[in-house]
């Protein structure tokens, strides 16, 4: 019967081997180079054998290295820990872990155990009470996410309290596991591009650990499956744009808190679409689109 513990060395050590099979093996995945490193991460080394305590580090411009990214649900009731003005002064001199959410929790966990020192969360990087650094920082999700060595998607969990490394409910035989595309973290809108745009992904949802990048995928204890490159590079019109009402479409059955959310959450992959096509977007449509795509 298939184990409902997920965070067992033996799961972490899986993990790790992907992500070195991906490195040495991939073509279509980018290497282990250290990548620009987002305006703020987390630094994860141990600052005290007493209390489990990480800090906020500011980084220069230009300044590389290598970070996991975690994708996640806040949940309704938001974040009762996040980075604000009054708040970043004490970040950047220790944060307690276990003051911290759950499901951020098992997080910095996963990326110890990856053998990573930096973290990026939204939720104690980008400023929650500036309009101006989180308008800025949402211009940098595109690159936040690619650079990423990977992003850890805690799939399962509904709110950031959850969490995501409990075991998981067993049944007559074996536990429930549901795809993808039917998790929690896929009913989001501002999780849609993470996952898009991601290179490598570790999911944390209903069942074991799962792995998937440009090139394939693997569950811990299965084989691997062969995985469709997430990519329009080599697209020509209007296979792109189809490409694009695809997404458009599943973005559009998600969920979001805040109306004015709908087009930002969209954003990151609006910009990589951009950036290979040079067409002009207008609120969810392409120039070169028009006007058979308002024919519906």
Known sequence: MAS????????????????????????????????????????????????????????????????????Y??????????????????????????????????????TRKLGIRYLWIDALC?????????????TQMPSIYKNALLTISAAIAEDCEKGFLHDRPQIDRGFKIKDYDEEVIESRGWTFQEAWLAPRLLIYGTGQVTWRCLSCSHTHGLQEEASEKRTFENANYPLWLEGWLIIASHYSRRQVSFKTDRLPALSAIASEFYRLHFDQYLAGLWRRSLPWALLW
Not at 103 to 109: H, Q, Y
Not at 130 to 136: E, I, L, P, V
Request: glycine share 4%; proline share 4%.
């Open 126 to 138: 980008i400023i929650q009470d500036s309009d101006s650094d989180k308008a800025r920082e949402l």
């Open 73 to 110: 649900c806040w949940g309704p009731d938001g974040q009762a820990k996040t980075l604000t003005h009054a708040t970043i002064r004490e970040f950047k001199n220790a944060i307690v872990v276990r003051e911290l959410p759950q499901t951020l929790r098992d997080a910095i966990l996963v």
């Open 4 to 71: 409902p513990q997920v965070a067992t060395e033996e799961a972490f050590a899986s993990a790790r081997n992907w992500i070195k099979e991906c490195f040495q093996t991939h073509s279509n995945c980018p290497k282990a180079t250290n990548g620009v490193l987002p305006t703020r991460v987390l630094d994860l080394t141990m600052l005290s054998e007493l209390l489990d305590m990480i800090q906020l580090k500011e980084t220069t411009q230009g300044e590389t290295g290598q970070y996991v990214a975690l994708s």
